[in-house]
């Protein structure tokens, strides 16, 4: 059965007028239950606000645990070095080894996985970066939710929005039917800024030279890997394996051979905290659009195609694989890129190259532009000064012409080029916890999270333990 195809001719039909049900009224609504959100709904509970979290799956993390997005990458500033192989190059090793530069919550969310036995601290051994455990994750994200007192509603996919001016209510398709969740300021923590674009936001949609987007991966989890047997192979074969990605000339023979048929023209995995397991991100599917529902049904098709060949090629041609297997692939395909809301200030991939500096800083990042070629093989990577980090402006959390709407995570607004850096973990954890701190202080106030002073945000967030560089808060 082939994937639905677009209708040639589409047609509009007109629905008939509904009711909804208010389900809650907040100080804060927070949309997205990803890193972003997790991030946004701490923070602005932390800042004092009543808040509701609503993610459309059943259960949190995003990208993190809905197409296990693993490891989160590093927050640290970048060492004048060359690269090392470190675990069998199993683990990132030239993206951060200096300096952490991301705190507040999305520390506290590590030490806590950590805790729970979910997660690998970062050091020198894992590259910085954080190795970690979705399925733990999912359930250290609910009892930190919990503990801050944020009530969330699960299963709740926004549709929607009412009321003027915006800010006042979002209406989520339910299995209870439409209810309305209606909040003095709202965070857009969906990834794809569909709220904010159902508010009237301007966005922007890839590549400003033919709109193309970032690739979208399937991502999935192998285990029974013997890790040994795959260092001696990588020890006989250096110029086969760079750090975390490489087998050029394996996947090369299988594709000679009609084994593999892939957009990549190497395998990329990664460890995990678990002996035996990698998390293995090498399908790619180039031309699909995140927010089009026949874009997702073809990549989801291609890519669990991509998948089986994948799983077939490690087990029959790469040392350390002979009995391993997939044991969980995510639950939806990992879509790195879809609307960039635009905001009071647009990042540039000139800012971030130039670890450029802003007076309305809220959260910082180091990791690299990085950009998996929106049409076919390759990965374009671009690193952050070493020793250094860039600001991003509370301004790029603010959608122009749309009040009582900020903007967390992916979403928020920047260029393609700035997009491929900021989009990680740590940071949009960290552009979430502004958001949350700022929203909390406009719906203490009762005014737009504009009208909000960046000096008042900062403060909040350094006594929330956000790392703002040297930045004096008033
Ligand atoms: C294949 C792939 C590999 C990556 N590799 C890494 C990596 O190794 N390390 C790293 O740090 N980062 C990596 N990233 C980036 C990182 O995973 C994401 O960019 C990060 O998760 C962004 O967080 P977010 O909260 O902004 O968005 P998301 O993680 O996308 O979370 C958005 C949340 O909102 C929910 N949602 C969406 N729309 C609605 C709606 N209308 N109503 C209700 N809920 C909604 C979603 O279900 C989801 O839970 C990768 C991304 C991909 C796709």
């Not at 994937?3 to 949309?31: F, Q």
């Not at 808040?51 to 059943?58: D, I, P, S, W």
């Not at 529902?293 to 098709?301: F, G, Q, R, V, Y």
């Not at 991939?349 to 070629?373: C, E, M, Q």
């Amino acid at each position: 059965m082939p994937p639905l195809a677009r209708p040639c001719k589409p047609r509009a039909i007109t629905l008939p007028p509904r009711t909804a049900t208010v389900a809650a009224d907040a100080d804060v609504l927070v949309v997205g239950g990803g890193p972003s959100g997790i991030g946004a709904a701490l923070g602005a509970a932390e800042a004092g606000a009543d808040v509701v979290l609503a993610e459309r799956y059943g259960f949190l993390g995003g990208n993190a645990t809905v197409a296990l997005v693993m490891p989160w990458m590093s927050f640290h500033t970048r060492r004048p070095q060359p690269p090392r192989l470190g675990d069998a190059g199993l683990m990132p090793s030239d993206h951060g080894e200096g300096e952490p530069i991301v705190a507040g919550k999305h520390l506290d969310v590590i030490r806590r996985l950590v805790a729970d036995g979910g997660a690998v601290a970062p050091s020198l051994a894992t590259g910085y970066t954080v190795p970690f455990d979705p399925e733990v994750f999912k359930t250290t994200a609910l009892d930190l939710l919990d503990e801050a007192g944020v009530d969330y509603l699960l299963h709740a996919f926004a549709s929607g929005v009412v009321d003027e001016p915006m800010g006042s209510g979002v209406v989520f398709e339910t299995k209870s039917g439409p209810l309305v969740i209606r909040a003095k300021a709202v965070i857009d923590a969906t990834g794809d800024g569909d709220v904010a674009a159902a508010a009237g936001a301007s966005f922007e949609v890839g590549r400003g030279t033919d709109g193309l987007v970032q690739p979208m991966t399937l991502m999935f989890r192998m285990v029974g890997f013997h890790r040994p047997d795959f260092a001696a192979y990588v020890a006989d074969h250096p110029e086969q394996w760079r750090s975390v990605h490489g087998l050029w000339d394996l996947v090369a023979a299988a594709t000679a051979a009609g084994e593999l048929e892939l957009p990549r023209e190497d395998m990329l995995f990664f460890a995990t905290p678990h002996e035996g397991e990698l998390a293995v991100n090498s399908t790619r599917v180039n031309k699909v659009l995140g927010i089009d529902a026949w874009d997702l049904t073809l990549a989801e098709a291609v890519s669990r195609r991509q998948m089986r060949q994948i799983v077939s090629f490690l087990r029959r041609y790469v040392p350390g694989f002979a009995d391993s297997y997939a044991i969980q692939s995510g639950v939806g395909i990992g879509v790195r890129e879809t609307r960039r809301i635009i905001g009071e200030y647009q990042l540039t991939g000139d800012d971030i190259l130039s670890a450029r500096k802003f007076d309305d800083v809220i959260a910082r990042g180091t990791y690299p532009v990085d950009i998996h070629n929106p049409e076919g093989k390759g990965t374009l990577l671009r690193s952050v000064p070493a020793g250094d980090a860039y600001d991003i402006p509370l301004r790029c959390l603010l959608p122009q012409g749309v009040d009582g709407v900020l903007l967390a995570g992916r979403c928020i607004s920047g260029t393609h080029e700035a997009h491929s850096s900021y989009r990680v973990t740590p940071t949009a954890m960290a552009t979430g916890q502004a958001a949350g701190a700022c929203a909390a202080l406009a719906a203490q106030t009762g005014n737009s999270p504009r009208s909000v002073s960046p000096r008042a945000v900062q403060a909040d967030l350094k006594r929330q333990g956000a790392d703002l560089r040297d930045v004096i808060a008033a």
